[in-house]
């Protein structure tokens, strides 16, 4: 399955972007997805992951509350609606697809990456 991320950009703190990803190859439905984020100098991390049929989502501490991970079956599509942003949230932020059931919060359980797009939060 091939990953295309788009959405990113420069909002100020307090404000909100809306991330999508989307996919081409294989059934959507066959995937958990999930979102990752890589700081400038620092690991990429979990941030958010949804189940196959988008009935199951969770979140990263320091993102939950404020994103919202979703699934569009009809296009192929996920989503993450990020709503008060914060000069720490700036980070590349990637897509990621796991062939594999339930949800997902580590790197090396996804299968498949998009190229990433760079968020930036200024206060």
């Known amino acids: 399955v091939q990953l295309q991320a788009s959405g990113g950009g420069l909002v100020q703190a307090g404000g909100s972007l809306r991330l999508s990803c989307a996919t081409s190859g294989r059934t959507f439905s066959s995937y958990v997805m999930g979102w990752f984020r890589e700081a400038p100098g620092k690991e990429r991390e979990f941030v958010a992951t949804?189940?196959?049929?988008?009935?199951?989502?969770y979140y990263a501490d320091s993102v939950k509350g404020r994103f919202t991970i979703s699934r569009d079956s009809a296009k192929n599509t996920v989503h993450l609606q990020m709503n008060n942003l914060e000069p720490e949230d700036t980070a590349v932020y990637y897509c990621?697809?796991?062939?594999?059931?339930?949800?997902?919060?580590?790197?090396?359980?996804?299968?498949?990456w998009g190229q990433g797009t760079q968020v930036t939060v200024s206060s």
């Open positions: 949804i189940s196959r049929s988008g009935g199951s989502t």
């Open positions: 990621a697809a796991a062939d594999s059931y339930g949800i997902h919060m580590v790197i090396n359980e996804y299968d498949y």
